[in-house]
């Protein structure tokens, strides 16, 4: 299905040092944002409290923060959870005080607020439960990115596998950068999308390597900048579809899927959008510039011998 077709190839590859450029800065930012302000980690990370109240009518968030705050407890998240009804109230840990008396003076505090607040369910999260997260998060990225890289390796070849992994990794820590310089809350949701996005992104490159070993076939006198650039150009229509369709239910997660989908449908975003960016003007690029011939995806045609008679 196509909505449109450039009969024009689109000279991508003869801009693609200005976009290098610009994701050169863009990547290198993220990584200051990382390294000055960090990740600002949820509960799930860094260990403490989380409550799910009801209040039988539609509860005032606002108000819960604000009594909340005067009750000393300024670094709690509040936010609806499931319904209008219940909230979901997120504690760090607090030094000398345990999870259990923290939960009760909160519930104290409500309950003098408004005495119809219920206590539905108390998960208490160790510090070193968020450590074990934060590690197997890592591990979790690490081995999709060695996924990657090796079923791109076999499907195409090594050059391919390498530009793809660097175009993805690029996403994920411009992704993080965002997080870290607004001090977004990172929590598992986040982690599910940036994960994701690993896997989202790559569908792209996908479809665009796969383009281009087909150009290396049909187009054999045509110079690799212009197989890339035709490969590209015939495959907007269909980026424009899938990616626009999937962006449509990420930004309905974004705005009616309240504040616990908030910031995993924001991580969506971003992914979504730097990943077209990077599969078309970073991944595409670099396998360029690592030297990707003919010859590495096409075998050469065996000469047909005489038959002597």
């Known amino acids: 299905m196509e909505f449109f077709r ?10 693609a040092p200005v976009f290098n450029v610009i994701s050169l800065v863009t990547f290198i930012l993220a990584v200051v944002f990382l390294f000055t302000k960090g ?10 409290t989380v409550m799910e109240v009801n209040y039988g009518h539609a509860a005032n968030i606002n108000q819960v923060r604000d ?3 005067k009750a000393g407890f300024a ?7 499931g319904n209008a009804q219940t909230a979901l109230i997120r504690l760090p840990t607090k030094q000398g ?3 259990a008396v923290m ?8 309950k003098a607020q408004d005495p119809a607040v219920v206590l539905r369910r108390v998960d208490f999260v160790g510090s070193q439960v968020g450590k074990e997260l934060v590690e197997n998060g890592l591990i979790a990225i690490a081995l ?3 996924g990657i890289v090796g079923y791109l390796a076999l499907r195409f070849e090594w050059k391919f596998g390498l530009a793809a992994i660097i175009a993805n990794l690029h996403d994920v820590v411009i992704i993080l950068g965002f997080f870290a310089l607004f001090q977004w809350e990172f929590s598992l949701p986040v982690l599910a999308a940036v994960l994701a996005v690993l896997g989202y992104s790559v569908n792209e490159s996908v479809v665009v390597f796969d383009r281009v070993r087909e150009n290396f076939r049909k187009m054999r006198k045509a110079a690799v900048p212009d197989v890339i650039n035709n490969a590209i150009t015939s495959t907007i229509s269909r980026t424009i579809i899938t990616h626009g369709c999937t962006q449509l239910m990420v930004t309905s997660i974004l705005f009616f899927g309240g504040d616990t989908l908030f910031y995993f449908a924001l991580a969506l975003t971003i992914g979504i959008l730097f990943g077209i960016y990077s599969s078309v003007l970073v991944a595409s690029p670099l396998v360029m510039y690592l030297g ?3 010859e590495d995806l096409v075998k050469p045609e065996r000469k047909r011998e005489e038959a002597v008679v």
Request: net charge positive; proline share 2%; charged share 20%.
């Open 6 to 15: 450039i009969r024009k190839d689109i000279p991508f590859m003869r801009y």
């Open 39 to 48: 990740l600002h980690f949820g509960v799930e990370f860094t260990g403490g």
């Open 67 to 69: 009594v909340l705050g």
């Open 75 to 81: 670094d709690a998240t509040v936010q609806n959870f």
């Open 97 to 99: 005080v345990s999870g």
């Open 103 to 110: 939960s009760e003076q909160v519930l104290q505090t409500l």
């Open 144 to 146: 999709v990115a060695l």
């Open 292 to 294: 990707i011939k003919r």
